[in-house]
């Protein structure tokens, strides 16, 4: 079963930390996407990749917060420095979507991040 | 306003009842999703809707693009339903609904 890989599950640290979560999308999508989910704000588009390339980025803290793709395997979502209100659970999802339309959405099953 | 408003916020139901779930929003769109969260967590999408109606088992979704108004149907419902059921809108990018909490009740 192709399914989206989100490493790691959970992360404990402490404030002040570097964190990397890393994510491998389903082979053959296109285009990979980071979301954030808090109890008080619900699901939150942070940044998304079409063909490796960044198309949005506008819902990410710019200051600490980075989102790669090195290859076509791995996008990297990384935070420097945290701090407690990052604390979330941090899903990718991965699909084929082509020209303006969207297409499938395909999650990972998310990395919960606690900052002490 | 939120671009996306769902509702019920929450809803319980008897094991078998019909159950709807309403999504609005208020921006022009080339998709809707429905997924469902499970206690677990997980994610996972039922559908992605441009127009008309969908049909997966025991859910149906509609879709009125000039009414701005999605419908998510489940009819014979069962405890194993109970979860979030999030909607959103594809106008550019995903926007989310802030979720129906439903349980269903054996």
């Known amino acids: 079963d192709a399914r989206v890989t989100q490493t790691p599950r959970h992360k404990v640290t402490e404030m002040g930390q570097e964190v990397t979560m890393r994510c491998q999308p389903i082979?053959?999508?296109?285009?990979v996407f980071w979301y954030r989910q808090t109890m008080m704000q619900g699901l939150e588009l942070l940044a998304y990749f079409r063909n490796r390339a960044p198309l949005d980025d506008s819902g990410m803290p710019k200051d600490r917060f980075s989102a790669e793709m090195p290859d076509a395997t791995l996008a990297t979502l990384k935070i420097q420095p945290s701090e407690p209100r990052d604390s979330a659970v941090y899903f990718c999802a991965s699909g084929f979507w082509t020209g303006p339309g969207a297409g499938e959405l395909f999650f990972g099953e998310g990395s919960r991040l606690t900052v002490l | 306003k939120n671009e996306v408003e769902q509702s019920p916020q929450n809803l319980t139901a008897q094991e078998g009842e019909f159950i709807t779930i309403n999504c609005s929003y208020s921006?022009?769109?080339?998709?809707l999703h429905w997924l469902q969260q499970h206690p677990g967590g997980g994610i996972v999408s039922l559908f992605m809707?441009?127009?008309g109606k969908k049909k997966h088992g025991r859910l149906i979704a509609t879709i009125n693009i000039q009414e701005k108004h999605s419908s998510l149907h489940i009819t014979a419902s069962h405890p194993r339903d109970s979860a979030v059921y999030i909607c959103a809108i594809y106008p550019n990018k995903l926007v989310f609904g802030a979720g129906t909490i439903l349980r269903v009740k054996s």
């Open positions: 921006v022009g769109i080339s998709a």
């Open positions: 809707l441009s127009s």
């Open positions: 082979l053959g999508h296109n285009t």
